[in-house]
């Protein structure tokens, strides 16, 4: 069995997030902490540690939509499938997280397009895949190729609502995407609700939960590793109480 990790990680990078949500780690190495050891030791003194060292720590400060997560439908709205309360990431189903994984090809697409169901069904068509309850599909996008430079935020097309209720209403309850967000960057959503007055279309991809409620992984990686099917994924979310979303490691195992 081959495993890919599809995970980024949690670093001190301005490029992974707008500016001002980037997280911040704070490093302490074995020579900084060690008075702070011998706290709980009294009488012992540093030369009596190997090599006088502490422990190595890190002080983590992030939102829940830092680095590699899952969101969980409380995060796009109150309600979900049509007017139930939205359930919290303590309360997605593990069933939901692990499932036979499809991935769909976007690369292609333009900055700021939105997925069609039409263009999802021919992407199907493509792969030669019929979709089942419990698929977990995963977009790969032209961001993918921009994680780390600044222009990552604004890259890769995005899901829009008829795509993902294309996709909700076969059964799927997890997708994901390599992109900042599974909505198209904002700037170009910006653009569109400027020309037209149409304020439906932010965030429309998030927001078809309200109609069957799904959860979606944000910044995967490795994704263009990935056979289009034949793979299973799991993508367990960090259980945080009555949170939106949860901090995850999505794994693809290959047979």
């Known amino acids: 069995m081959k495993l890919i990790d599809l995970a980024r990680p949690l670093e001190n990078t301005q490029y992974a997030d707008p500016p001002g949500l980037a997280p911040k780690i704070e490093y302490h190495a074995h020579n900084d902490t060690t008075e702070r050891m011998l706290q709980f030791f009294p009488g012992v003194s540093r030369d009596q540690l190997p090599g006088g060292e502490g422990w190595a720590v890190e002080e983590v400060t992030l939102s829940t939509h830092n680095g590699t997560h899952i969101d969980a ?23 939901w997280c692990m499932g036979s994984g499809v991935k769909l090809d976007f690369r292609a697409l333009a900055d700021g397009h939105v997925v069609t169901a039409a263009e999802v069904e021919a992407e199907l068509e493509r792969i030669e895949h019929t979709l089942e309850p419990g698929d977990i599909v995963l977009v790969n996008t032209a961001a993918s190729a921009s994680y780390g430079k600044p222009e990552y935020v604004s890259k890769g097309c995005g899901m829009g609502r008829e795509a993902t209720l294309y996709l909700t209403e076969r059964g799927v309850r997890v997708t994901g995407t ?15 609700v400027a020309e037209t007055g149409n304020a439906d279309l932010i965030w429309e991809g998030h927001r078809a939960s309200m109609v069957r409620g799904y959860c979606h992984m944000e910044k995967l990686g490795n994704l263009e590793s990935l056979p289009s099917t034949g793979f299973t994924l799991m993508c367990f979310p960090v259980k945080i109480k009555g949170a939106s979303a949860g901090w995850c490691r999505p794994v693809a195992m290959l047979s």
């Not at 409380?74 to 189903?93: N, Q």
Request: hydrophobic fraction near 35%.
């Open 73 to 95: 439908p409380y995060h796009y709205h109150s309600t979900m499938d049509e007017g139930e309360r939205a359930i919290t990431i303590d309360e997605v189903p593990l069933e």
């Open 178 to 192: 390599d992109a900042w967000s599974w909505d198209a960057p904002f700037i170009y959503t910006a653009q569109k």
